[in-house]
């Protein structure tokens, strides 16, 4: 840390590659946005460097980079996406918040989030659980007021102690404590029950993946009988950026319809399957009579209960960068 205040930037470059995946997790906690949380890490690490010399060693580096991007994201919060939030307005779905909800909600590669807690035995997986980075938890804490969203992180899912978390804020004890209380009624409110059983989830389940693979022979065969029997019939399937919902089976097939069955259907379909914020997903192509390649679509996020679809979160084709797929994809050439 003296060569560090001294101002080596190769010795800053070292301890700062330690804990930037951590904290691009901390900041997509924090915004709910992939994108922005890597421009928030940036930041971060811009303000760190300047502020090198005020680095007393008082706390571990790491906490000093977290109190930094915590404070950086707060700053982010209180412009436009401020008023982004404003205008979004409180959760329409109690009890089962909708991602639609939160048109900047964006997800999160879990190849990217095992970096943030390479070793699955370690302290920091608990902290990448499906419970702390799961998409309907995301969309709840949204709509808590900045600060209380950012001590609900710090207490609850960095474990941090009350005074420190206060010192990082530059809050009092007692106001950590009461932001520290309104923030987990509101999410007792919020969140669905069935959350309490991902607490050691890290990765989808066998009966999660099993439930895709059926999800993606029936998707690529256009068999809409076939995916009609994996949903359950209160399945609501959300499009953030757009503020669409559809509640119920009947509602989600009407949607599909058109596009797998009759003179109007799309074309070939071809699926890649996915792991996204510690849940099982797809990326969907399809091919157009007429047309030499497949063309990405969407890409569909699974929530599963008791072996069906309960919940489908599909995210524009524009985000498929993020997960190393391309935008469009030759078919396979078969031998003679």
Not at 106 to 134: F, K, N
Not at 254 to 281: I, K, Q, S
Not at 300 to 316: K, N, P, R, S, Y
Request: net charge negative; hydrophobic share 45%.
């Amino acid at each position: 840390m003296e060569a560090v205040r001294a101002g080596d930037e190769a010795v800053f470059g070292e301890f700062a590659a330690r804990h930037r995946h951590e904290l691009r997790v901390h900041c997509y906690r924090l915004l709910g946005s992939f994108t922005d949380a890597e421009d928030l890490v940036q930041e971060t690490l811009l303000r760190a460097w300047r502020a090198r010399e005020s680095f007393e060693g008082r706390s571990t580096f790491r906490a000093w980079l977290y109190r930094i991007a915590t404070n950086a994201c707060l700053d982010a919060l209180s412009g436009a996406r401020a008023r982004e939030v404003a205008a979004a307005g409180a959760p329409g779905h109690p009890g089962r918040p909708a991602p639609a909800d939160v048109p900047w909600l964006q997800p999160y590669p879990d190849e990217l989030l095992d970096l943030a807690a390479p070793d699955e035995g370690g302290p920091d997986a608990a902290a990448i659980a499906r419970e702390t980075v799961e998409l309907a938890f995301l969309a709840a804490i949204q709509h808590l007021p900045p600060r209380q969203r950012a001590v609900l992180i710090l207490r609850d899912v960095a474990g941090w102690p009350v005074t420190e978390t206060a010192e990082a804020l530059e809050m009092s004890v007692a106001s950590v404590k009461s932001a520290s209380q309104r923030a987990r009624a509101t999410l007792r409110e919020r969140l669905p029950r069935r959350r309490a059983d991902w607490a050691a989830a890290t990765r989808p389940s066998r009966g999660e993946l099993d439930l895709l693979e059926r999800y993606v022979t029936a998707s690529r065969n256009a068999d809409l009988t076939g995916l009609a029997a994996l949903l359950r019939e209160d399945v609501r399937q959300a499009m953030p950026p757009a503020a669409l919902v559809f509640d119920g089976r009947a509602a989600v097939l009407d949607m599909w319809r058109p596009v797998l069955e009759g003179e109007e259907r799309w074309g070939e379909w071809h699926c890649v399957t996915l792991a996204v914020n510690r849940l099982p997903a797809v990326a969907n192509y399809v091919r157009r009579p007429g047309e030499s390649s497949f063309t990405a679509v969407n890409i569909d996020v699974l929530c599963a209960e008791d072996g069906l679809v309960t919940e489908i979160t599909t995210f524009g084709p524009e985000l498929l960068p993020l997960f190393g797929l391309p935008l469009s994809i030759e078919p396979a050439v078969t031998e003679p």
